[in-house]
């Protein structure tokens, strides 16, 4: 094979890999810099002590005379640093790029919803909308498992995150327009799922914090009435929208 394209081919693999390389490597950074460091002291006890007219005299004699002894250890500790500073950035640029895929794959899913709406009607979109519901509630449902919340006295079933609890629709409107009057009135810039969250009481999850509405278009539920398997009435709601903040 051209040596060409391996070097192209490696290096992609590098460019994919990179915050969990540079884990690895700061991971055997760690462990070569205590061996480093371990093996540097026993030389050191095997030399005499470093002697000087004053205690600062006597720390310079101490690092010029057994530099070379700790040298190694102090390059796998920069190095180690270096790979964890490396690690965390390159992660961010992975999180950043995914997050600007996602907020263009959600504007284009927007525009989509629009245009059918505008093609087939409301009552149409929002028919079809409740049979895309009653079916997701058939697939993820279980009866066994256990409910995440519990404060009101019906089941309700959060689409973006597929997860159920108990609650009343007055609720979820209250907090629909708490967060939204907030907004409105806070001079809010976004909202993030979070505030959302904290209203309905649902924990968060590891990117509700980065998820939300802008003050320019604010949050709407969407409700459909479906039944679960075991014919339990269940409130499925869904977002108008949700993007990176």
Known sequence: MNLSILSKQALNVVKTSAPELLTGLAVVGVGAT??????????????PASTGPTPVKRILNEVESNFDLYAPAAVAALATAACVIGSNRAGN??????????SVTEKAFTEYKKYVVDEIGPKKEKAIRDKAAEERVAKTYDSAAPIVIGDGNVLCHEQYTD???????????????TVNHRAQTGGLTTCPLDDFYDEIGLPYTSKSGRMGWRAERLM???FTSVLTKDGKPCL??????VEPL
Not at 34 to 47: D, I, V
Not at 93 to 102: C, N, S
Not at 163 to 177: G, I, K, P, S, V
Not at 236 to 241: K, L, T
């Open 34 to 47: 205590a061996y480093l460091a371990h093996k540097a002291g026993k030389k050191r006890a095997a030399r």
């Open 93 to 102: 640029k992975r999180t950043a790029v995914a997050l600007a895929a996602y």
């Open 220 to 222: 709407e539920l969407e």
């Open 236 to 241: 499925s709601f869904d977002y108008n929208y």
């Open 163 to 177: 997860r159920y609890f108990m609650c009343e629709m007055e609720t979820l409107r209250r907090a629909q327009n």
